[in-house]
Nanobody
Framework: QVQLVESGGGLVQPGGSLRLSCAASGSIFSIGPMGWYRQAPGKERELVAS???????DYADSVKGRFTISRDNAKKTVYLQLSSLKPEDTADYYC???????????WGQGTQVTVSS
């Protein structure tokens, strides 16, 4: 069983930055491909960034050039650097392992990001 714990969210002004972290624990040797998702109020959860075991990354068009995903395999942790934040980035952010486009594990509690002046 794998547990995911996201952290680092908060309230930030438009144009600001945040760094989110997601730590995986439990019965896994390595975390493999990982993704960051977000869910805004009244909307479906969407994949915004993904990273392979080797560090190759992919981003949704809405965040490309502003968000950066990275990982520390030894710590079983994945990060999401959010920059040039916009009000429309307001959402709960979650991470999960990926098998293709399918998530591997139960969702964690997420971390809330609010972009507002």
């Amino acid at each position: 069983q794998v547990q995911l714990v996201e952290s680092g969210g908060g309230l930030v002004q438009p144009g600001g930055s945040l760094r989110l972290s997601c730590a995986a624990s439990g019965s896994i040797f390595s975390i493999g491909p990982m993704g960051w998702y977000r869910q805004a109020p009244g909307k479906e959860r969407e994949l915004v960034a993904s990273i392979t075991s080797g560090g190759n990354t992919d981003y949704a068009d809405s965040v490309k050039g502003r968000f950066t995903i990275s990982r520390d395999n030894a710590k079983k942790t994945v990060y999401l650097q959010l920059s040039s934040l916009k009000p429309e980035d307001t959402a709960d952010y979650y991470c999960n392992g990926l098998i293709g486009r399918t998530t591997r594990w139960a969702w964690g509690q997420g971390t809330q990001v609010t972009v507002s002046s």
